[in-house]
């Protein structure tokens, strides 16, 4: 027995309650709607639909009966799932006279049926008697279950709605006779009744007595009927969803479940493809103004969705993005229309008497066309029927054409608060212009509830993720892939994992990591990787496919992409371009591109205008010291760059600030590898050349085409070990140490130390990498191991030049350089977004 409340000693408020076919599919769905209805203190009018599949079952019967063929095995699988489900929840005593009526009734149904095969055809009257009895043996199963589970708290009634709905038929559909059904119902549960009612849904009767039904989605109508009769201060429609959500989960991974919306906002969605609730089943509540609420019978605790004649908070400007496929758009165009009344009437007239339904209406002021929508199906026959009634228009020039464009769809954003907020639809359309999403139709109503547009339907999809990511995700909400989750890489990755929450909390800032890849595998998750655990998913993840990684991360349900290279490839640095062109954001510490060919280089610069999107690599100098920042900044704002020069490399810092003569400069190499501010192959910094790459870059942003052959460099890598491994060249290197003390002594007899400096000058336009000797009162003698120096000399910082000063090696200092630049592109997204 299920816990229940004590029989209430005063009177009670309605509640009425629609629970849907999924919900009452078999006895162990039944047994979860008694817990639900055991959780109200209020009188329950319980509708209840046909267990799932049998209405379908039933109308299946009457067309194989109409058409001659065997109904015994659709007949027998009814009869077994209602025994079985009644023996279940009633125990076999117990369901004896459930099932007795019930299967007088299937005789009925058996009559019917070989009545059916003799006529060769089933009358509509015929399918509503037949169609209506799932809802009755629910019904009736549910409320002889519900006498026993309540038996001691609370009265239980069955009501047959065909007993009480009284039904007209009308143009629009089935038409409540209220003043007939209200004493009707009041004979079954009288004013004074304390308990709960079993209702069945979909089923009702005409003036003669005769059952009918109330059309698809007819028990969500009778759910509200019956709220209405009953004077209810709510409706709650349980389905298998958790509420309404902003757009289809099936096509926009990111919808979400929406709290509250008005009467009018559900319509609009509704009659616009979301699946919410059908608009003329909300009539009866609406004319009440009784809330409905859309609930999930399997996740009962979730509020679900609240609708209203007003919703209590303002929430987002647009409350659903839903659409339409199967859509053809018709146009009737020609200079003969223009100025001359009764156009628009004698088209739509003539549709009207054709039984064809518009869904949407689109006409210039200059009257010279008219276009409209209608379902794909019925697009011949709208385009016989216009070309009928303008005829001799036609014939006459004055009406050029009547073109039919099949394959559309249409696309509509819903939100009352759209109403006197400027730039809802400037946001709409623009959001599909970036989305390359070509609009062939727009209408938007006075009340500018509902902006539509029609487009073609293969776009549905990508235009729906990416109206929804505008309108309801965070402008800078990033979906980020990283390439080369190495030292630099891992750490980068450590500090998202460290800082994400707080940033999505204080600054609504959603960065999601969506795919981590490496010259071998490939990580990728449709959310987001959890990054607490990368490392060990990362270790399991499949081979590469690097064509795969940059679809991933540019999915077109999330407003931004970004790829962060944290390699030293040149292969990844020769896809920038391609990345741009496809309006990808990259972030790199990767010199290589930046650094190379200067034709590639403003490629780049090129390529990011015009996609309108964000190349940012300022850990390419100086790790995360704002250099090219500063630089940048300098440049803009009208500043004379004269010379820029510093040390540019923390691993030649390092070597000689620790360097002094007294131990080998090899060992001291050895330590700084062993402590990671080498390069895996320390001659790739002894060369130079990582300094020359820098110091191009450098002069590239003030203004000089440099290339990297033209910068004079002076490698301290002996020539004599160039070919030789990693491995054989640490161990040969102790072999030079030689010269590199010799030139060390001769500094410090000036008084002087050695450092590794670029110099860059402007107004010579020219670039030298070497090592020099400075006065220990030189800013460039005055630093601490890792540390990079860079000094501006420019118009404004002359006398006293600009120095930028701090660590420039390290995974995490050069890992945080990154992090800036993402934050940067967050910034620069969110202003473009406003």
Request: neutral net charge; hydrophobic residues 45%; proline residues 4%.
């Amino acid at each position: 027995m299920l816990a229940t409340a004590e029989k209430p000693l005063s009177p009670m408020s309605w509640t009425v309650h629609k629970f849907g076919g999924t919900s009452v599919a078999d006895a162990a769905c039944v047994r979860r709607v008694a817990g639900i209805v055991a959780g109200q203190p209020d009188n329950q009018g319980i509708v209840v639909s046909a267990m799932k599949g049998v209405t379908d079952d039933l109308l299946a019967l009457v067309d194989t009966a109409a058409r001659r063929e065997p109904v015994e095995a659709l007949l027998e699988k009814l009869r077994k799932r209602h025994e079985t489900s009644a023996v279940e929840l009633l125990g076999k005593t117990g369901a004896k006279p459930v099932l007795e009526q019930f299967n007088r009734e299937l005789g009925d149904i058996e009559s019917i049926l070989k009545a059916l095969t003799l006529v060769r055809s089933a009358s509509q009257r015929s399918r509503d008697l037949v169609s209506g009895l799932g809802e009755v043996w629910s019904a009736r199963q549910i409320a002889a279950f519900f006498q026993q589970e309540f038996a001691k708290s609370r009265d239980v009634v069955f009501v047959d709605a065909r007993e009480v709905l009284v039904v007209d038929k009308g143009e629009m559909g089935p038409v409540v006779a209220w003043d007939a059904s209200r004493p009707k119902l009041a004979q079954i549960v009288p004013p004074g009744f304390k308990g709960i009612a079993v209702i069945t849904g979909f089923v009702g009767a005409d003036r003669e007595g005769l059952p009918t039904t109330l059309g698809r989605n007819g028990s969500d109508y009778s759910g509200s009927i019956f709220g209405a009769l009953f004077d209810a201060t709510e409706v709650h429609i349980w389905t298998d969803v958790d509420g309404v959500m902003s757009g289809d989960p099936r096509r926009v991974p990111e919808a979400k479940i929406i709290d509250e919306m008005s009467y009018s906002e559900a319509m609009e969605l509704a009659y616009f493809g979301a699946k919410v609730i059908h608009p003329q089943t909300m009539a009866p509540a609406i004319g009440r103004g009784i809330p409905i609420w859309i609930r999930n019978t399997f996740n009962a605790s979730h509020p679900g969705t609240k609708i209203s004649a007003t919703t209590s908070q303002r929430g987002a400007v647009v409350k659903g993005i839903t659409g339409i496929d199967g859509v053809a758009l018709v146009n009737l165009e020609g200079a003969g229309m223009i100025g001359v009344p009764g156009t628009a009437d004698r088209l739509f007239g003539a549709l009207r008497d054709a039984s064809v339904s518009v869904m949407l209406i689109s006409q210039g002021s200059s009257e010279h066309s008219i276009c409209f929508a209608v379902s794909e199906e019925s697009a011949d026959h709208v385009r016989a029927v216009v070309e009928r009634a303008f005829a001799v228009e036609l014939d006459e020039g004055q009406v050029q054409r009547v073109e039919v464009t099949k394959g559309c769809g249409i696309l509509a954003v819903v939100g009352d608060d759209m109403a006197g907020v400027p730039g809802s639809a400037g946001k709409f359309f623009g959001t599909l212009g970036l989305a390359a999403i070509n609009v062939r139709a727009i209408a938007q109503g006075a009340s500018e509830r509902n902006i539509s547009a029609v487009i073609d339907a293969k776009d549905m999809t990508r235009a729906l993720r990416a109206v929804h990511s505008s309108f309801y995700l965070s402008a800078k909400t990033v979906s980020i892939g990283v390439i080369g989750p190495g030292s630099v890489g891992g750490a980068l990755l450590e500090q998202l994992a460290a800082a994400a929450p707080g940033l999505k909390e204080k600054f609504d800032l959603d960065l999601r990591v969506r795919a981590i890849a490496d010259s071998k595998r490939m990580l990728l998750e449709n959310h987001h990787v959890e990054l607490g655990g990368w490392r060990g998913a990362f270790a399991a993840a499949p081979k590469l496919d690097a064509a795969k990684v940059v679809d991933h991360v540019q999915t077109d349900y999330l407003p931004h992409s970004v790829l962060i290279d944290c390699t030293a490839s040149q292969s990844i640095a020769d896809r920038y371009a391609q990345w741009l062109e496809r309006g990808i954001h990259v972030i790199t510490p990767n010199k290589r591109a930046h650094s190379g060919p200067i034709a590639y280089y403003q490629d780049l610069k090129r390529l990011a205008r015009a996609s309108r999107t964000h190349f940012l690599y300022e850990a390419t100098v100086g790790a995360g010291l704002p250099v090219i920042h500063t630089l940048k900044d300098l440049v803009a704002t009208g500043d004379e760059i004269r010379s820029i020069s510093g040390i540019f490399s923390g691993t030649l810092a390092y070597l000689f600030n620790v360097y002094d003569g007294k131990r080998p400069f090899s060992e001291i190499v050895r330590e700084a590898k062993a402590r990671g501010y080498t390069e895996p192959d320390p001659r790739d910094d002894l060369s130079g050349m990582d300094v020359a790459r820098k110091a191009v870059i450098l002069a590239r942003e003030a203004g000089l085409t440099l290339e990297l052959s033209d910068v004079e460099v002076e490698s301290l890598a002996p020539a004599a070990l160039a070919n030789a491994s990693v491995d054989e060249f640490l161990k040969r290197l102790p072999d030079f140490d030689a010269p590199m003390a010799k030139r060390v002594q001769a500094a410090r007899a000036d008084g002087r130390v050695l450092r590794y400096v670029a110099a860059i000058d402007v107004k010579a336009r020219t670039a030298k990498v070497r090592l020099e000797a400075f006065e220990p009162s030189h800013p460039f003698a005055n630093i601490s191991l890792t540390d990079n120096i860079v000094q501006f000399v420019t118009g404004r910082y002359c006398d006293n030049p600009l120095i930028v000063r701090g660590p420039g090696a390290g995974p995490a200092v050069t890992a945080a350089g990154i992090f800036a630049d993402l934050l940067r592109l967050c910034s620069m997204l969110s202003g473009n977004q406003d």
